[in-house]
C-alpha cells in the first residue's frame, strides 16, 4: 500500500515528514503508526469515545476522524506534547494522585480534553466539567476520580493566581 | 515494566499506581501500540451468517493482491481445530458450518491495513444459508435439530434441598429478562505474534485475562510443544471478563508462522462486537415462599441461560448462576433448575458478576415484590431474611465466609441521600441531559435496594492457584508472577505487600510473562486474595531466609527477628539494622504457590461445597424519571461493601465507582440487540455506554471485618459492585412510576408507553 504521498505535519512543534502513505490514512493512525506517536488511542474511530483527542489550532479534535493529509496546515499537539520530557503537567500529576487511571486506555484522550478546558476555562462548574468530558468514554473508573483530579487541579491554579 | 517506589506505601496505604506517570504521558504501551521491523498486518474474514452451511471458500484472488502475504482457512490449522475453556468446541476457523455472525472464516496478513481490508473482500465465500436457531427455549426442545455435533444444551443443573413441599402463607411468583450486555473495555482486542528465527516457535504480545491459559489453547491449535508458545502480557485497556476467551490469539500466530514476519494483529470497535463473548442473556422465572411475617421458607426457579453458538463458560456461569438464585438471604429449601443452552446467537461468557448478575435481577425484584405483599419495607423484608456467617446454602454448603450482610444494609442505609430535585436546576441535571427534552414538572424520584452475595475464586473443584517470585538483594525487591494487569492495580498492590511484609521501599515488578509458573485468571475477584497470597508468600519465605541471614551473623536465633517499619529488629535484644544494610550483596530469592481450599463438584441434586469464599454488597439507588418521555438520571447511588480490609483505598473506591457505572449501564442503556441472530448495534454509536454525564454521585461505606480464611484478610472487590446495583436502579424506577418493570436493561418504551 504505498501510493508514494509525501506531505509534512506540524506536531508538537517539529516538522514530521509523512512517506509512502496511503492517503486514506487518519490522523490517528499517522501519528500512531508513523511518526511514532501512539499516546492517542484508538477505541472506535467513529468520534465517540474520545480516546484519540488531539489539538488541531488550539481546539480538540477526535484524531480518528481526521485525514492526515488534510492537516499539513495546522499545529498539532498530541500529550506526547503537553509536558516537557521527564515532566508531568499539573492534570497528569493529579490524575495519578487521585486514582484517576486504572487501564489508562481512555487517559491521554482526557489529558489532552482536560487541559483544553483548563485553557478556555479556568474556573468551570462541576456540571460543565462533565459535559465538557463527556465526549470521553471510560469504562474503568465510573468518572469519580477524574472529577476529583480535574477539582484538584482548578483548586491548585485558583490558589496560584 | 520497571518501577521502582520511591515511598514507603505499604498495606492500607492509597498507594498510586507505578505505571500512572507512563499512562498520563501516552508512553504506557498497550498491546495496540505495539511495533516491530518488518511486520505485516493481520485481518478475519468473519460470517455475514448466522447460520450457513460452507459450500466454497476461493481464496486465490485475494492471494493475487499486491501486497497479501497469506490467506489461512480451517485447512491451515496444524493442530487441533477447535478451542475453549471448558468444552472445546468452537473452530479456529468455521470448519463446514458457520453458526453465529461474525465467526471466523478466514484470515489475511497484508503490508496494510488497508491491503487487508481489500484482501478480506476478494475471498470468496460460497455459503448456504440456513435458518438460525435463535430462541434459546427451542434449543431445550428435544424436537429442535441439533445445531453443533455436541448438541444444544450446554448443561442442566437441579438444585434440590430442604423439605421441597413446603408451602408459604406468602407467594410470590415473576418471570424477569436480562439483556446481553457487552463489557466494551476501551482498548480493543490487539495483539504482535513473533516467530522465532527456527518457525518452530512464536512469542506473543498480547493483551489477556490468562496468560497461561491463552499459552495451552493457543499451543494446542498451533501443533507446538507449549514451550515453544511464550507469551508476554502487553498493556491492557480493561478487560471485564472479554479477554478469558481466545479472539485474535491463535490467528496471529498462525500467520506470523506461515509468513515467517511479525503479525500486527486489532480489532475495530465493531469487530470486537463479534470477536469477544458478552455477558449471558437470561430468563429467570421465580417463585418465594415466605411466612406472613416476610420470611422466606422456600424458593423455586428455573434459569436459562442463552450461551449463544459455543461453550465458552457457559457452563460455570449457569453454575454460578442457579447457586445465587436465593441472594445473600437465608432459604432453608429450595427447587431449582438451570439450563445453559447453545443457539445461533453471538457466544456469551465471562462478564464481571458471572452468572450472578441475572440471578441477582432476579431474587431482587423478588424482594421487593415480597415486601410488597407482606406490607414491609424494602429494607425490612431484605435485613429479616438476611444471611449470616454459619448459615447453610442451597447447595448445603456452609457459609464460613465472614457475611456482615445486615451490616451492608445498615450501613448503606445510614449513607445520606441526595438533596430533592430543585424546582429549575440545570438542565444537564435532569433526565435526558444534554438532549433538553426533560421538564422538571414531569419527573419522579424513586428509592430502590439491591444487595448481592458473589463467589470469589474459581469454583467446582478447580484448582486455580497463583505463583510468585520475589527476589530480595541490597533492600530492593523484584517481583515476578503472570498475573494479568488489565487496570484493576495488582501491580500497584503487590509492591505493598512486598513492603509490608520485608521493610522495604524499591521493589521492581518484572514483565508478566509465562517463564513463570501460571497466576490463574484475572477475574471472579481473586487475585487480590490468590496473587496477593502467592507474592505475600514468596516475601514471607524470604524474610525467613534474611531473618536466618541476619541471626546467623549476629549469633543470635533468627526467630528473635521481627521487621519494623525498615529495620530488623531483635525482639530480645538490642539489634537494629535498616533491610538495606542487612545482608549486602546477598540475593535472597524464593516462590510461592497460593492454593486455596479444595472445592467440590455438585452433585445431581446441585449440593456440594463448590465455592471458595464470599463477598457481600448492598446497594442504594436513587433515580428521576421523566415519566412522559421515559427518561432515567441516577441521581446518587449509595453503597457498603464487605472488603475484608482496604488494602488501598483509593483503589477500593474506584473499583466500587467503576463497577456502579457497569451496572447503571446494564440497568438503562447497555445492550447488544440481537435479531434473528445478527447484531444490530456494534458500535458506539449504537450500543450505548455511561459518559461522564449519566455518572451518578456514589456515596459508600467499607465494611472491614478480615476473612480469617484471605491470606491477606482482604476479599476481591471488583465484582460485587456492578451486581445489585442493577436491580437497585431498576427498582427505584419502579418506586417511581408505578411500573411493573421486570427486563433490563429499562427501555423508555417499558416507562412511558
Ligand atoms: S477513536 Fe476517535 S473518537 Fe473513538
Ligand atoms: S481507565 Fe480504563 S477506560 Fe478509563
New binding site residues.
Partial sequence: MSENQIYTLTVNGSQREVKDSWIGESL?YVLRERLGLPGA????????????TVMMDGAAV????VLAASAVDADIKTVEGLAPDGSLTDVQQSFINNGAVQCGFCTPGLIVAIHNLLDSQPNPSELEVREAISGNICRCTGYGRIFAAVQDVIEQRGATR | MSTVKTRRDVLGTNALRPDGAAKVKGEFSFSSDMWSDGMLWGATLRSPHPYARIVRIDTSPALAIDGVRAVLTAEDVPGVLTYGLIDQDQPVFAVDYVRYMGEPVAAVAADHPETCRRALAAIIVEYEVLTPLTDPELSLDTSTPAIHPNGNVFRHQRIVHGDTSVVGDVVVEGEYEIGMQDQAFLGLEAAMAIPDADGAGIELHIATQWLHEDQKQIAACLGLPIERVRLVLGGVGGAFGAREDISLQVHSCLLALTTKRPIKMQYSREESFFGHVHRHPARVHIRHHAKADGTIVKIEARMLFDGGAYASTSSAVLINGITHIQGPYRCPSAVVDGFAVRTNNPPCGAMRGFGVVQACYAHESQMDRLAEACGLSHVEIRLRNAMRTGDTLITGQPVESVAPVERCIRETDALPLPPPLIDSPDVLELPGGTGLTSRSENIRRGIGWGVSIKNIMYSEGFDDYSTARCTLQDGVVALKFATSEVGQGFVTLAPQIARSVLGVTDVVVEPMDTTIGSAGSTSASRQTWMSGGAVDGACRLVRERLFEHVGLANGIDALRLVIEDDEIVDTMGTLRIKVTDAAPGVRFEETFEHHHRPTEDLDENGQGNCHVAFAFVAHRAVVDVDVELGLVKVVQVATAQDIGRALNPLSVQGQLEGGIAQGLGLAVMEEVIVQDGRVRNPS?TDYLLPTALDAPEVVYSLIEEPDPQAPLGAKGVGEPPCISVTPAIASAIRQATGRDIRRVPVRPQDICL
Fill in positions: 490517528l488511542k484508538g477505541a472506535c474511530e467513529q468520534g465517540e469515545c474520545g480516546s484519540c477526535c484524531s480518528c476522524l | 458506539f
